[in-house]
């Protein structure tokens, strides 16, 4: 505290002794200002790393294996051209898209043997034998199905005379690939399957690479 400031609470009190009751006193007192001192700087340690010091392993990030891709044929699907003819014991169908003739051999349980020629006949050819008469009501097949049937003796006494006319149309057609995968992953070819409709697709056939036959499975 100055020294000026307590000379002037001695006259204060001084002059209220000359006055009637002492009144209350109020006493002031000032303090200094304190000094107010700067913000001491932080210190950041920062320690060097020496090269002998093994750092942290960096995690590297290994893709997961693609699973194996699968290599077996899916089946094809598809429609084609046939032509088809209805025979006392089965049937013969024209596939145009192999020129294959299909032989259907019926043993009367809607299966039977199937077998496979190549359709040779070419234009100009005979297309019939006018010696072979059918009986009334039926047909002998003509052009690529007549050369088939009047040039394999087994294939005629088995078919019989044609029921109908030869008629085209396009049927839906389906193929199972058989066959298997190996250790090594590669696809090793085996015998498949034909799936095949006939006029309208009111029936439904499957023929079997593995055994030469077939089967209605619907209709």
Known sequence: MSRRLVLCLLLVTALS???GPPPTQVIIVVTATPEVSSTPETTVEVQAVSSNTPLP?????TPAPSATPNVFPTPVSTQIQVAEQVFERGRMLWIQPQSKIWVMLDDGSGSGQWMVYDDTFVEG????????VPSEGMFQPQRGFGKV???TPTIRESLGWALT???GYVSPYEYHAGGSVNAQNQYER???????????????FRFNEADGTWQKISG
Do not use: V
Request: hydrophobic share 25%.
């Open 17 to 19: 002794a000359c006055q």
């Open 190 to 204: 085996g015998p498949g399957y034909h799936l095949l409709s006939s006029l309208y697709g009111n029936e439904r």
């Open 149 to 151: 049937w009047r040039n």
């Open 57 to 61: 392993p960096t995690t590297t990030l």
């Open 125 to 132: 050819e005979a297309e019939n034998d006018p010696a072979l």
């Open 165 to 167: 006319p030869e008629f």
